[in-house]
T-cell receptor
């Protein structure tokens, strides 16, 4: 059974710092990996999708990498801002016809002004 | 519509009652997913639809849970004889099609409280 782990569970940093969130998964047979953010009381907002054949994806100040063979992904946030405060979730989509996402429990990020 | 919508946004029900939760996917999206988010458990996959059929029901926690989709659009998740452990946020997502290439877009969720 696929398991997804996110480290750290919580992180608080001053505004302007660059930071890295980590995600690991136990079964490397994935179709893709998706990073989301979730604001309190809200649904999930998709940030980046990395296909299994890709190594990284970038969107603005966000960069996500994927090392499928080692079962790891990182989300890099450059020049953090208070508006980046949220819970960040990593999710993988398995191969073999299973279409639901398996989620980690998230990293709760606070950016101090 | 612009995004996935869900109703109601909040639902409080008494233990033993049945509830129905509704999801309207993004127009043109053929795949639809239900997830549950509860404290301490994180987000769990429940079921997905491709069109009106449900190839994967593996995540439904018990036979009290069922879902249907009609007209390839709206979906309803039904929980019969609700229990307190069913209290959670139920999230719906849709994607252009099933398969690895497509992002899933999530709705705001329905917060279910069973008293």
């Amino acid at each position: 059974k696929q398991e997804v782990t996110q480290i750290p569970a919580a992180l608080s940093v001053p505004e302007g710092e660059n930071l890295v969130l980590n995600c690991s998964f136990t079964d490397s047979a994935i179709y893709n990996l998706q990073w989301f953010r979730q604001d309190p009381g809200k649904g999930l907002t998709s940030l980046l999708l990395i296909q299994s054949s890709q190594r990284e994806q970038t969107s603005g100040r966000l960069n996500a990498s994927l090392d499928k063979s080692s079962g790891r992904s990182t989300l890099y946030i450059a020049a953090s801002q208070p508006g980046d405060s949220a819970t960040y979730l990593c999710a993988v989509r398995a191969g073999g016809g299973a279409d639901g996402l398996t989620f980690g429990k998230g990293t709760h990020l606070i950016i101090q002004p | 519509g612009a995004g996935v919508s869900q109703s109601p946004s909040n639902k409080v029900t008494e233990k033993g009652k049945d509830v129905e939760l509704r999801c309207d996917p993004i127009s043109g999206h053929t795949a639809l997913y239900w997830y549950r988010q509860s404290l301490g458990q994180g987000l769990e996959f429940l079921i997905y639809f491709q069109g009106n059929s449900a190839p994967d029901k593996s995540g439904l926690p018990s036979d009290r849970f069922s879902a249907e989709r009609t007209g390839g659009s709206v979906s309803t998740l039904t929980i019969q004889r609700t229990q307190q452990e069913d209290s959670a946020v139920y999230l719906c997502a849709s994607s252009l099609a099933s398969g690895g290439a497509y992002e899933q877009y999530f709705g705001p969720g329905t917060r279910l409280t069973v008293t």
